[in-house]
């Protein structure tokens, strides 16, 4: 569970919250996966008997699925390292704009599956991430981001998949990324400027 859904639950503001964690004086167990705070075990003693993990992976096309097997590695690798048994292995390939991931629906509308853990965030979805994350917090389980490398900042991240989505419609797949991180570049220097 996240760190402000947890104290949303115990009717704690969530400023309070995160004042307790920079403290040191948080009552639960907290640790940074991603952008979020996760508060709380991975660990089967949290998990109810049945509630199963999963590890979700994705890649955009056909010519990409060697990469399927090292997404697993690396997130299987990291559930061990932090005490998560893995139950389930979802292996997709789809764009994360549309809706027609048929692996990702099943997965998402299974109650038996209580955490998903991901590598990156956008390998899950592009946009509502903490939409996904709500829904699922709201129903006893949770989705676990691995990679901790991404940014925190929520209009920078959306921008640039934004300016991601244009460029991949317009200049095709290979380079969207690439040109993307040029333009999201080029806006900050232009905005310092302005600044």
């Known amino acids: 569970m996240s760190l402000a859904g947890w ?56 010519d990409e699925k060697t990469d399927l097997d090292w997404q697993v590695a690396r997130v299987a690798a990291w559930a061990r390292s932090n005490g998560c048994l893995i139950d389930l292995v ?16 099943v997965l998402f509308a299974d109650p038996a599956v209580g955490i998903v853990i991901v590598e990156h965030r956008d390998r899950f979805v592009r946009f509502g991430a ?12 949770r989705m676990v981001i691995v990679d901790d490398a991404e940014v925190d900042d929520d209009l920078v991240r959306d921008m640039t998949e934004l300016m991601t989505l244009l460029c991949v419609c317009l200049y095709g797949r290979r380079s969207a990324a690439h040109r ?12 310092d400027r302005d600044g």
Do not use: N, Q
Request: aromatic share 6%.
């Open 130 to 141: 903490g939409c996904v994350a709500a829904v699922l917090d709201a129903d006893c389980r």
């Open 90 to 105: 979802v292996a997709e390939v789809g764009s994360a704009f549309d809706g027609k991931r048929r692996k990702f629906l």
């Open 7 to 62: 104290a949303e639950t115990r009717r704690i503001h969530p400023e309070t919250a995160f004042r307790w964690l920079r403290a040191g004086t948080l009552a639960v167990p907290a640790v940074r996966v991603g952008g979020l705070i996760m508060v709380g075990d991975l660990s089967d003693a949290e998990r109810t008997s049945d509630a199963k993990a999963a590890v979700y992976v994705r890649v955009l096309s056909a």
């Open 180 to 191: 993307a991180a040029r333009a999201a570049e080029a806006a900050a220097v232009g905005g």
